[in-house]
């Protein structure tokens, strides 16, 4: 299923290059994602708030940086367009492979379903802090439109 999910992620990502940045398109993904935080009503999710906290930040501070050295907005014509580096590709998928292994040593010393919840965790930090940085980049090329 990992492996399904990846290249599903990879599907999306390099159809997403061809159609113009959005607001919209810039937000959704965040918020879309953030329904899966009702796992933790489930209680065989639940995880520790110190291991939810470094997470978060692991995601955020570390693995989202490569994603934001890789994607770069820009005006081509009358529209914002995401333009990614040729790295882009080899770093989604050294963050998969990083993921997959990192899972397989957690799922030995915690349950799947706090495995999970953990990496649902550090994946938001990165999406949250890539999507925000989009969404920086993209506010300061819509305030200086081309003539």
């Known amino acids: 299923?990992?492996?399904?999910?990846?290249?599903?992620?990879?599907?999306?990502?390099?159809?997403?290059?061809?159609?113009?940045v959005s607001l919209r398109?810039?937000?959704?993904?965040?918020?879309?994602?953030?329904?899966?935080?009702?796992?933790f009503f489930v209680p065989a999710f639940r995880i520790p708030w110190a291991w939810a906290g470094i997470a978060f930040l692991l995601g955020a501070l570390v693995l989202a940086w490569p994603l934001i050295l890789t994607t770069r907005?820009?005006?081509?014509?009358?529209?914002?367009?995401?333009?990614?580096?040729?790295?882009?590709?080899?770093?989604?998928?050294?963050?998969a492979a990083i993921r997959f292994l990192a899972r397989g040593y957690f799922d030995t010393i915690v349950t799947p379903q706090q495995s999970a919840g953990v990496f649902f965790i550090l994946a938001f930090g990165?999406?949250?802090?890539?999507?925000?940085k989009m969404?920086?980049?993209?506010?300061?090329?819509?305030?200086?439109?081309?003539a």
């Open 73 to 95: 907005l820009v005006w081509i014509g009358s529209a914002i367009m995401m333009k990614r580096s040729s790295a882009f590709l080899a770093v989604l998928f050294v963050l």
């Open 126 to 132: 990165m999406i949250v802090r890539w999507r925000t």
């Open 1 to 20: 299923m990992s492996l399904a999910g990846l290249v599903a992620v990879m599907t999306w990502r390099l159809r997403e290059v061809r159609t113009a």
């Open 25 to 39: 398109k810039i937000i959704i993904p965040p918020l879309g994602m953030a329904t899966g935080f009702s796992m």
């Open 135 to 146: 969404l920086v980049d993209f506010r300061k090329l819509t305030a200086e439109v081309p």
